[in-house]
Nanobody, 114 residues
Framework: QVRLVESGGGLVQPGGSLTLSCVAYGDIFMLGTIDWYRQPPGKQREWVARIHSKGATNYTDIVKGRFIASRDNDKMTVWLQMNSLTPQDTAVYYC????????WGQGTQVTVSS
């Protein structure tokens, strides 16, 4: 069994920054591709970013240039650095591996508000 645990969410003012963490625990030998998703209040979950096992990244257009995904495979950890945050970034953020039907974290709330 694999468990993903996100942390780092919180309340931040517009224009501010937060860095989310996602740590993998359990029966996992190697951390593969990790996706970040978010679910804004009252909306559907949406894909945000992907970081491949060797560090290549992809981002949805609305966060490109503002969000940076990184990882440390030895620590089984990935991060999502989020800069220039806007109220539209308010959401519960999740990390995921092994696809939609794979493993999900419990989510961490990010609220961008003045």
């Amino acid at each position: 069994q694999v468990r993903l645990v996100e942390s780092g969410g919180g309340l931040v003012q517009p224009g501010g920054s937060l860095t989310l963490s996602c740590v993998a625990y359990g029966d996992i030998f190697m951390l593969g591709t990790i996706d970040w998703y978010r679910q804004p209040p009252g909306k559907q979950r949406e894909w945000v970013a992907r970081i491949h096992s060797k560090g290549a990244t992809n981002y949805t257009d609305i966060v490109k240039g503002r969000f940076i995904a990184s990882r440390d495979n030895d620590k089984m950890t990935v991060w999502l650095q989020m800069n220039s945050l806007t109220p539209q970034d308010t959401a519960v953020y999740y990390c995921n591996t092994n696809g939609i039907d794979g493993y999900w974290g419990q989510g961490t709330q990010v609220t961008v508000s003045s």
